[in-house]
């Protein structure tokens, strides 16, 4: 037990998690949340926990799907918004969705109802001060612009970006290099790289005009009145480019000049796309300058039209929206506590994860840290090859540096896909289980992610009891 307290700034999902797990491990916490006081743009009510958007916390299936893996993970851990999420759930197939109102009215209920947790209704307009020795931000999306600031005074003015503008990013084993090609524009080698560091798919001359015909048609999303339309030049979406005429693609993210098709020399492409190395495992890249605002289903069928895209798997698809995130592979250490000063940590959305349950799972291991530390523990971070692990790992330096900006990463908000776990041990033997003793097809791949997903709950396990005991001491 504890007799200090430690202060969550942000009722949202990571938030309101955040404040459960400190108070379950007997650490008194102070929730801040300046709906009751201040509204947003987005929210209706000043319940904890709303959901904004969707009420599905996606797929619940624990053995194929990298969300449901989250989830167990989450329910193993003594999750409260999985809790309360279970409790509400409401038809969705394989899904877990909730009804958004029941799930709100239980989260806060629950928290109210801790004698530990104090639901403070204030806004904080600046970052903690220097006596809350143990706080964590978990603002979400749509921090006030005052705590944006402060934020940005702390860490710098390039740390924190306000909208989104984001490329479609590809499993690296779903693009087909008998199409495609490794090859830097006129074989340039940048710093880190070898000559060879983009995936190249080519397009004939009508390839490339089917492809600027179905970006023109595309159904695309618009924007949220307060969201505005922040486009400029430098980052345009990929259609807009496209309206501007039927060449300018090929004179700009598409271009062809400096490369030669290793499957076919002899025959110029008329356009390219490259794909970018987005991790550190290599096992994602991103589609360069594809930044977009096309639906999603619109996204997949018309990439899709890329030759070596055919049977692309994306682990997420473009957009461009108003999102408050820091860059936080600089700014965080592993721990998810802001480097220049000790004690103070970010969970949820504004540590540049996507979804609600990635969000609230970032509250869960920041709150755990937090509180390990009031007791004076070290934080016990998950390994790298749970769901837990795999997500933080992403937030606190899982990209590379950029060959453009050295120094600088390659840091976009993602939502926990099985890109981001490591590469199965050598040696792994894949079960077939379901496929009549051989794999056929996409058997292969199903039974890769089976392993994958047992080993991380296995993992996960074991390091839950490896904290049980090392609190118990």
Known sequence: MSDKPIHVIGGGLAGSEAAWQIA??????????????????????????????SNSFRS????????????????????????????????AGGALAVDRDGFSDAVTAKLVAH???????????????????????????????????????????????????????????????????FQSRYDKVGPGGTGKDYINCPMDRDQYLAFVEALNEGAKTEFKQWEGTPYFDGCLPIEVMAERGPET?????????????????TVKAYAVVQLRQDNALGTLYNMVGFQTKLKHGEQTRIFRMIPGLENAEFARLGGLHRNT?????????????????????????????????????????AGRFAASERLGRAPSLPPATTAFGALLGHITGGHIVSDDEPGKRSFQPMNINFGLFPPLEAGTKLKPDDFEGRFRGKDKSIAKKKAITSRALADCRAWLGDALRHAAE
């Not at 008194?28 to 926990?49: N, Q, Y």
């Open 24 to 53: 379950h491990a007997g650490v008194p916490v102070i929730l801040h949340e300046m709906r009751g006081v201040r509204g947003t743009e987005a929210h209706k009510t000043d319940g904890l926990a709303e959901l904004v958007c």
């Open 60 to 91: 619940d299936d624990a053995e194929t799907n990298a969300v449901g893996l989250l989830h167990a993970e989450m329910r193993l851990a003594g999750s409260l918004i999985m809790a309360c999420g279970d409790a509400h759930q409401v038809p």
């Open 249 to 265: 693609l090929r004179h700009g993210p598409m271009k062809p000049m400096g490369l030669t098709n290793a499957h076919n020399p």
């Open 325 to 365: 995130y820091i860059n936080s592979p600089t700014l965080l250490s592993g721990d998810l506590q802001l480097k220049g000063r000790p004690g103070l940590r970010f969970a949820g959305q504004i540590t540049g994860c996507e979804g609600y349950v990635e969000s609230a799972s970032i509250g869960l291991l």
């Open 115 to 181: 004698p530990l947790v104090t639901i403070v209704r204030e806004e904080v307009s600046g970052l903690p001060p220097a006596e809350w020795d143990q706080a964590i931000i978990a603002t979400g999306p749509l921090t006030a612009p005052s705590l944006a600031e402060a934020i940005r005074a702390e860490t710098g003015a390039d740390a924190l970006a306000f909208f989104d503008a984001i490329a479609p990013i590809v499993h690296f084993d779903t693009i087909d290099m008998n199409v495609a090609w």
